[in-house]
């Protein structure tokens, strides 16, 4: 199974909403993780099974999606949530990680 | 509180072995699949590996299939990845994590270098 993430970049400012989008090859039911991940620093689980969130994640960033299309929305971004997201399925084996997403200033 | 800390990173010559190892402290570490992935230089994440909490469940991406080896020892707390035939393409931070319905802890990372 082919995560595929688009945009590749989104050039964003701070307080603008932020949509990421993950598409499957395949159904992958909800089996799917969003971690943001910032230089030097080790990845974060922000969204598990499509939609919930992690702990201590805030309210601002959301999942959603099912089947083979999937979102990560920030809803109004922060100074810190300029990073890369990725996205990865645990439907069946291998698990994948799309290429990434780079939220931009 | 979870802490993840990776080990055993180093510059190794292609074609050479390495050991990495991860220690686990602040949960039931016997009771959690546990993950590797990997990021090399200007590229994404990549899964690696998983275990299932007993050890006898393993999972291997396909460009590392028959040349690592990954394990566990509950006892000890401890996770493991034995890394033989390394190519250069296997350049790269190696990063353990947790895996429940996702990664939820991840170690800090140790940095692996093939090179001649």
């Known amino acids: 199974i082919v995560l595929t993430q688009f945009p590749a970049t989104l050039s964003l400012s701070p307080g603008e909403r932020a949509t990421l989008s993950c598409r499957a090859s395949q159904n992958i039911d909800n089996y799917l993780a969003w971690y943001q991940h910032k230089p030097g620093q080790a990845p974060r689980l922000l969204i598990s099974?499509?939609?919930n969130r992690a702990t201590g994640i805030p309210a601002r960033f959301s999942g959603r999606g099912s089947g083979t299309d999937f979102t990560l929305t920030i809803s109004s971004l922060e100074p810190e949530d300029f990073a890369f997201y990725y996205c990865?399925?645990?439907?069946?084996?291998?698990?994948?990680f799309g290429q990434g997403t780079k939220v931009e200033l | 509180e979870v802490h993840l800390e990776e080990s055993g990173g180093g510059l190794v010559q292609p074609g050479g072995s390495l050991r990495l190892s991860c220690a686990a402290s602040?949960?039931?570490?016997?009771?959690?699949?546990m993950s590797w992935v990997r990021q090399a230089p200007g590229k994404g994440l990549e899964w690696v590996a998983n275990i299932n909490e007993a050890g006898f469940q393993k999972y291997y991406a396909d460009s590392v299939k028959g040349r690592f080896t990954i394990s566990r020892d509950n006892a000890d707390n401890s996770l493991d990845l034995h890394m033989n035939s390394l190519r250069a393409e296997d350049t790269a931070v190696y990063y353990c994590a947790r895996d429940l319905r996702g990664k939820d802890h991840w170690g800090q990372g140790t940095q692996v270098t093939v090179s001649s």
């Open positions: 099974d499509a939609f």
């Open positions: 602040g949960f039931n570490f016997g009771t959690y699949w």
């Open positions: 990865q399925h645990r439907y069946n084996w291998p698990q994948a």
